[in-house]
């Protein structure tokens, strides 16, 4: 059974950082690219990065380049999302998706299986 599972999310002041995890099972990691998307409240759903475990290929939007780092860690089948400066416009439910081939795109349709999500906010 193909499994993805999200963890990490939380409460965030202004300039926070953390850490997202997104733990694959139930497929050939090196055979797929990982993808973080979100959506925010009233947003669409947006791609945020975009790591193939192929050749360690990224994308991240322009939204987030700069502050949030993606990176793979192939032994133990996770992909993890740094997310550092965070601002207030980051609040969203983030989902990590899994794609064959392993390329890299920020188009959600291609992706084949999704994980439920992790919250992140800032407090009210």
């Known amino acids: 059974e193909v499994q993805l599972v999200e963890s990490g999310g939380g409460l965030v002041q202004a300039g926070g950082s953390l850490r997202l995890s997104c733990r694959a099972s139930?497929?050939?990691?090196?055979?797929?690219?990982i993808g973080w998307f979100r959506q925010g409240p009233g947003t669409k759903r947006e791609a945020v990065a975009c790591?193939?475990?192929?050749?360690?290929?990224?994308y991240y939007s322009d939204s987030v380049r700069g502050r949030f780092t993606i990176s793979s860690d192939n032994a133990e089948n996770t992909v993890y999302l740094q997310m550092d400066s965070l601002k207030p416009e980051d609040t969203a439910v983030y989902s990590c998706?899994?794609?064959?081939?392993?390329?890299?795109?920020?188009?959600?349709?291609?992706?084949?299986?999704w994980g439920q999500g992790t919250q992140v906010r800032y407090p009210t």
């Open positions: 790591i193939s475990n192929f050749d360690s290929s990224t």
């Open positions: 998706a899994a794609l064959k081939p392993p390329i890299v795109t920020a188009n959600a349709a291609m992706y084949d299986y």
């Open positions: 139930g497929f050939t990691f090196g055979d797929y690219a």
